[in-house]
């Protein structure tokens, strides 16, 4: 059989022609691939470089609010601290004098007239808060019987208040 046939050339021509494609097919492929990884790069360039950049803008933020946390705290603190010797200052005077009267009317019941040096009596900031709280016993009107309904609370206090004051030496221990 001849071999010049036209069907033999065609399929001579159709085998140079899928090996040319397949040839260009495979570079069109690695182009692609290339192009691919390109895209690919600089998408994660660009998700880097976006996250670096929220990075920064959120490390700025919490610097930001630190600072004006700091001054506000400090702010709040100094007024706070305004306030408080203002009022302390009234309150130590005036819990001092309730101290020195009621120290001159313990001295009265005692029987004692030997005159007091009243700069002895000093308080510094913690003991005023605590005499600004003292009642002169002779001030309170109202005893346990006024109360009603709370029998056992009563007793309680009694024994855990009241006796010591009245009689110390059933509390007092020989070990001290």
Known sequence: MPSSSPNNT??????????????????LSTRRTRHTDDRKKTKSNETASDMATELVINLIQLGV??????????????????????VSGADSAMAQERLEQLMQSREEEKGETAPRDKSTLTLNRYEAALASDV???KCITTTFRDVGGIDHIKA???????????????????SG
Do not use: C, M
């Open 156 to 174: 309680e206090l009694w024994d855990l208040v009241v006796l010591p004051l009245l009689r110390p030496d059933l509390f007092h221990s020989a």
């Open 135 to 137: 009642i002169n016993p």
């Open 10 to 27: 065609s399929n001579n021509s159709n085998n140079y022609g899928i090996l040319g494609t397949s040839s260009s097919n495979a570079t």
């Open 65 to 86: 609010t630190l600072v004006a946390s700091y001054y506000v705290s400090a702010w709040v603190s100094n007024r706070l601290k305004d306030a408080q010797s203002s």
